[in-house]
Every structure is written in C-alpha cells, then in structure tokens.
C-alpha cells in the first residue's frame, strides 16, 4: 500500500516576485507551472513583474508551441504526456523535500530532449522528480522553454532588437537558472550547489550553459546524456541568415514592416516554414534549429573547447551502446541466426571494415553478443570522446565518462538505446516497464541514481554499486562501461568506435 498521501494543507513560499502555493505529496513539496521570465516573440527574455495575491502553482505550466504533431519514437518505450501549447512557456517544475532549520539542500536541475526543436519538461512519465527528490534527499527543477522556429530564427538582419534572437531557446535556459540561483532557497535549495543535467538536445543545453558567461556563477558542475553532438557547420551562421529572410519573404515581411512579426500566427510561420524549407535544403542551406556561435554563445565545446569561465565545471558525460540502432530483424529471425549467419549478415552489413570490426567488437564487448556489433553507435560515442578529451585539458581531473551497453530484453536483447539510462537516473524504473527487469532493473537504477546524487552532492559519481570510477585525463582515458557486470577501462575501444564511425549506416533520423 502507498504510504505517501496528499496533505490538504498546502505549502506556501516567497519568491522575489511574490508569493506561491503548491501542493504536499508525502514529505515532497511540489511546485508546478511556475513562471521564471517573459519574452516577447524573438526577444531576450526578461525579469517577470512581481504580484501581490498568492498564486497557485499546482498545475503543470504550457509547453512551447510544436511545429510537428506528436510522435513519440519507439526508441523510448515510455508513456508520453502531453501538456498545453503557448509562446508563453517560461515555466519550471520543482519538487522539494521538506526542510527543518533552514536545512539547504543540493539542486538538480533537467534540461529535456529534442533537440532544440521538440519536447518538454515532463514528456515522459519517467521525467517525474517525485522519487529523486524523496530518496534523494535534493531539489528537481525541470525547464520549459522556447524551442524550434521561436527559439532560433535568425532575425539579426532586420534589426539591433533582434540581435541574438537565434539563441533567445538557450536564453531562456540562462534566465530560469538565473531564477533558480536568487529563489531556490525558499523553497530548501542551495543556490551555491546545483547541478545541470540533459539527455540528448537536453544535453547539447547543457553543454551551452558552459559556453555562456552570464549561466556561469548559477550552477557548479553538469551531465551530458547522448548530447555531445558537435560538428556545427561553418555557414551555419549564414544559412540561418537565409533562412530567415525566406520566411518571412514567403510573409511578406520586409525590415521596413517587420511589425508584421508580432501579428502573424505561430501557425502561419510555421506553414511559410514549410512552404521554405525544400528549396532552402535544394539550394544547400542547412536549417537546423539550434544555438548558432556569437558573442552570446560562444560554441560548442567540441567545436571550440571549454570557455575560461567553465572549463573548471566538474561534468560527467555519457552515452549507450545502442543509440539509434538500425537494425530490422525481428526476434524470431535473430533466434533463428546461427553464428555463422550473424557473420554473414554483418560483412553485410560492413563490407570489408567487418573483420576489423568484429576483432575490435570483441575485445571491447567480450561478454556480448557478436550480433550487438550492428546495434552499436557511433554517432554519439565519438563527440562525447572528443567532447571529454576538450573538457580534460584543464587538468582538474573532473571529467568523467561512461557508456551504458546493458541489453534490455526488448526485440531480443538489444544494447540500451537513445535515453534508455534516464528512468534509472530518476529512480522511475517502473515507469519504463522493459526496463523494470527483475533483479537488474534495480541494479541499474541503484548504479545510475547514486551516480547521480553523489555527484549532485559531492562532485564525483563513485558509489558502492560501481568498481572504482577514475576520472577522463588526457593521459588516462577511463570509461566507465555500465553492464550487467561493470569495470572501469581506458581506451577501450577508440580504434572501434573510430572504424565503426566510418563505414556503419547513419541514421536518417537523429532524433532529440
């Protein structure tokens, strides 16, 4: 039976803006919906006004506008929630565990997936922070904010006011922490211990976070799930120009009515996005919807290395064997495989990278399966080397790495894929029911919540259910390979994720 109950009496707290009420859930305190800055469309964000009644905050709070309808891909074999849409999104989520004595407690705050064009907060039922708060003993904030067209449309050529409407999506991020570091500690959080964490686009955030100088002073170390992603074209600066200019040509706006901006539907520039988008991608401009490098943002670590003010940060970053597999063999045609077969099907698949590659698949993954070999990434493993190796070069011995290659018994056995880890991070297992496998299921959400906590806490992810984690140096390059048995290796395997980057199938669709 639950033994955690709602409380009639709820909780109420004094922000610098005014007061909220929220609601108690067994010794959680929980804050929904509440707003941390407004935006005009295309503007930086800005500082609320503040109120005078107490304002409820126990519903959750808009997501921003989506361009696409829903479609959750299967790779997250979790239930999808769905939430409100507005431009007014700049809201966040926290649960709380009750203080005594003005006790102050770390901070974790989550950054969601999507790239920096989908998603939200509480996409998935298992990004719920109830159980990461109450047996972890920390506050869980999670972030809405703008993302896709009215994050990143590269307006600077109409005008000084839109100077960094590019990266007003990231902005957005820089002011909720901003939020978290003056109001946190009403609600028991201490401003001067907390952590961002991200998977995939959440976790290219992240990574963003470090390269702005204004988000420095408000968090003290990071995670990066699956988010390394680097390789920023060199034009993307210009093709977002251009991009930009075909939209709102397709509007009939122009820098002499750019007013037209504010009054046209979400719908309507979404549709002249469309309308766009195929000769723009003809004609060789790149659209990505993502943080572009200025004097805001500085770029990506992997593309531009760690800036001065951050690269002390502590950070951990990750990634999964699995990924995006693109495999499209049913479990009764993989129970069917001799080993001869798998042979076959990967010098198939490989051409004649695929001796090599078995040999190196083999000293890596000796306990896997050989078949594993065409369900393993590359797309993500390579930047989160390159991406630590960037961050190691301060010499803080403070980066470290992990690749989660546990196989879930889905589609017979298949290595961990695209945000497998995150359930197990929040203790919400059972929210994901593949991955609530007896016995195992717990070990990994032990392994990768005490990670977490102790890293929330103290800095550094050793725990009791881990054999020692050495950290990522430049001279020692330790991985942390999280498995059904788990060990600590350096270098494991460089020369396969190398070969495997060069010759594997890419994915058509990178996903969040």
């Not at 919906?33 to 006004?49: C, W």
């Not at 009750?98 to 989908?118: Q, S």
């Not at 109001?183 to 686009?201: K, L, M, R």
């Not at 196989?407 to 059972?430: K, R, S, T």
Request: proline share 6%; with cysteine; aromatic share 12%.
């Amino acid at each position: 039976m639950n033994k955690y109950v709602f409380e009639p009496v709820k909780p109420v707290v004094e922000t610098k803006y005014g007061k909220l009420r929220g609601v108690t859930y067994g010794d959680v305190n929980i804050f929904m919906g509440v707003k941390y800055a407004e935006a005009k469309r295309f503007h930086m964000p800005v500082e609320q006004q503040p109120w005078q009644v107490i304002r409820n905050a126990y519903t959750y709070g808009p997501i921003t506008m989506q361009m696409l309808p829903p479609n959750p891909p299967s790779y997250y074999r979790g239930l999808h929630m769905l939430q409100k849409q507005s431009e007014d999104c700049q809201n966040l989520n926290i649960w709380a565990p009750k203080t005594l004595n003005g006790e102050k407690k770390p901070v974790f705050v989550w950054m969601h997936g999507g790239g920096y064009f989908a998603g939200n907060a509480l996409e998935e039922y298992s990004f719920d922070g109830f159980n990461l708060a109450h047996y972890g003993d920390i506050v869980f904030v999670s972030i809405n904010h703008r993302l896709n067209i009215l994050a990143h449309l590269n307006l600077a050529d109409y005008g000084e006011e839109f100077k960094n409407s590019v990266n007003v999506g990231i902005a957005d991020l820089v002011a909720a922490l901003k939020w978290i570091h003056e109001n946190i500690a009403a609600f028991g959080g201490d401003p001067e211990n907390v952590t961002i964490c991200g998977h995939s686009g959440g976790g290219g955030k992240v990574q963003c976070m470090y390269q702005i100088e204004e988000a420095a002073p408000y968090f003290q170390r990071g995670m990066v799930l699956s988010g390394a992603m680097g390789g920023v074209s060199p034009t993307a600066d210009e093709d977002s120009r251009k991009a930009a200019k075909a939209i709102l040509d397709e509007l009939g706006i122009t820098k002499d009515n750019i007013d037209k901006l504010y009054e046209v539907s979400f719908d309507e520039l979404a549709d002249a996005y469309r309308k766009v988008s195929r000769p723009l991608a003809e004609s060789g401009v790149r659209i990505n919807w993502s943080p572009i490098a200025d004097d805001y943002f500085h770029g990506f670590p992997g593309d531009v290395g760690f800036m001065p003010w951050s690269k002390d940060k502590p950070i951990i970053y990750g990634s999964t064997l699995g990924e995006f597999p693109q495999v499209k063999l049913t479990v009764e045609e993989k129970e069917a495989m001799t080993e001869e077969d798998k042979i076959s099907f990967l010098k198939d698949r490989f051409g004649p990278e695929a001796d090599r590659l078995m040999e190196l698949f083999r000293e890596a993954y000796p306990k896997h399966d050989i078949l594993d070999l065409a369900y393993m990434d590359s797309l993500f493993r390579l930047p989160t080397l390159e991406a630590a190796s960037k961050h190691a070069e301060a010499g803080n011995n403070n980066t470290y790495v992990f690749i989660a290659s546990y196989n879930a018994p889905e589609d017979g056995w298949i290595p961990l894929w695209h945000g497998g880890e995150v359930c197990y991070i929040f203790m919400n297992e059972d929210k994901v029911y593949v991955l609530n496998e007896a016995i195992y299921g717990q070990k990994l959400a032990n392994i990768f919540s005490t990670m977490t906590l102790n890293f929330v806490k103290y800095g550094d992810p050793n725990n009791k259910y881990l054999p020692k984690w050495e950290p990522f140096t430049k001279g020692k390059q330790y991985t942390m390979i999280i498995d059904r048995e788990c060990e600590c290796r350096e270098a494991f395997d460089q020369e396969l994720v190398e070969l495997h980057s060069k010759v594997s199938p890419k994915p058509s669709f990178f996903g969040p």
